[in-house]
C-alpha cells in the first residue's frame, strides 16, 4: 500500500507564493508520473502540472509562467510552486501518483493525495 500526505495549501494574497508537497511513502519500488490537479467548485478536476521519471513536465496553459513542479526522488516527494497567484487560483489541490510496487512486475498504480485547499484572496 501507498500512502500521499499533501501540505502546504492556505489562504494567500493575489500576487503571493505557495508551496505545496506530496510526500509518498509505503510499498514503492518507483514513481513513474507525478502530477497536481486542482478542482474548484462546480467545476471539473483539471490537470495543473506533471512531470515524469524522466523530467518531463508539462503545464496547464493558465499555470505557464507561473508554477514549476519539481521532485525529490530520495524523498519521494513532488511540489508545486505557485508564484503570482491569481483568484482564479483558488482550488482543492491533489496530488497523483503512477508508482510500481516490484522489480519484477511492471503493474503501475494510480494514488491520489487527499487534497489541500488552496484559497487567493484580499
Known amino acids: 500500500q501507498v500512502q500521499l500526505v499533501e501540505s502546504g495549501g492556505g489562504l494567500a494574497q493575489p500576487g503571493g507564493s505557495l508551496r505545496l508537497s506530496c510526500a509518498a511513502s509505503?510499498?514503492?519500488?518507483?514513481?513513474?508520473?507525478m502530477g497536481w490537479y486542482r478542482q474548484a467548485p462546480g467545476k471539473q478536476r483539471e490537470l495543473v502540472a506533471e512531470?515524469?521519471?524522466?523530467?518531463?513536465?508539462n503545464y496547464a496553459d493558465s499555470v505557464k509562467g507561473r508554477f514549476t513542479i519539481f521532485r525529490d526522488n530520495v524523498k519521494n516527494t513532488v511540489y508545486l510552486q505557485m508564484n503570482s497567484l491569481k483568484p482564479e487560483d483558488t482550488a482543492v489541490y491533489y496530488c497523483k501518483l503512477l508508482v510500481t510496487t516490484s522489480p519484477i512486475r511492471t503493474n503501475t498504480y494510480q494514488y491520489w493525495g487527499q487534497g489541500t485547499q488552496v484559497t487567493v484572496s484580499s
Open positions: 512531470i515524469t521519471s524522466g523530467d518531463t513536465t
Open positions: 509505503g510499498s514503492i519500488f518507483s514513481i513513474k508520473y
